[in-house]
């Protein structure tokens, strides 16, 4: 295994389609497992495969808190969406950086896995924007597409927390 580079906003290679994976390889088995190595070294809970360079419709995602549960989707299509969430998204490929992004709050997708067997993924909350933000890597589309507003640094977002955080503590002591 071994880390790949993570592209940045602004690589001509984020804003292409990505191709069809018509068989599994050797090849692709490996860069599906250095794709988990990477998004688990970066932090991340989604990589696509264009993010490491590869035009590939490959995407890893995991959101466990344990980081233990990786999904593999290959090809994925999604066949079902609904609802709405708005709230913070980021991106390894525009580091040190978050936006609010609005998402459907319930998706249902079908995809490959490595040994290319279709199934059906249901996922809720933050499991449905991370299928719908790494899917949208495979066409060339980044999520500052879809920021409402600003982007905001990590930095700057940590300080928004910080205020709403003491907000909240100083109308719990007003309270009681
Ligand atoms: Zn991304």
Known sequence: ??????RELGDPVLGKRAKEVREMTPKLRQLIEDMKETMYDSDGVGLAAPQVGMLKRIVVIDVSAEQDQPLVLINPEIIEKDGEQTGWEGCLSVPGKSGQVTRPKHVVAKAYNENMEEYTIEGEDLLARAICHELDHLDGHMYVEL????????????????????????EAEEKA
């Open 147 to 170: 920021v409402e507003g600003r982007l905001y640094t990590n930095e700057e977002l940590d300080a928004m927390m910080a205020e709403e955080e003491a907000a909240a503590e100083k």
């Open 1 to 6: 295994m071994a880390l790949r580079i993570i």
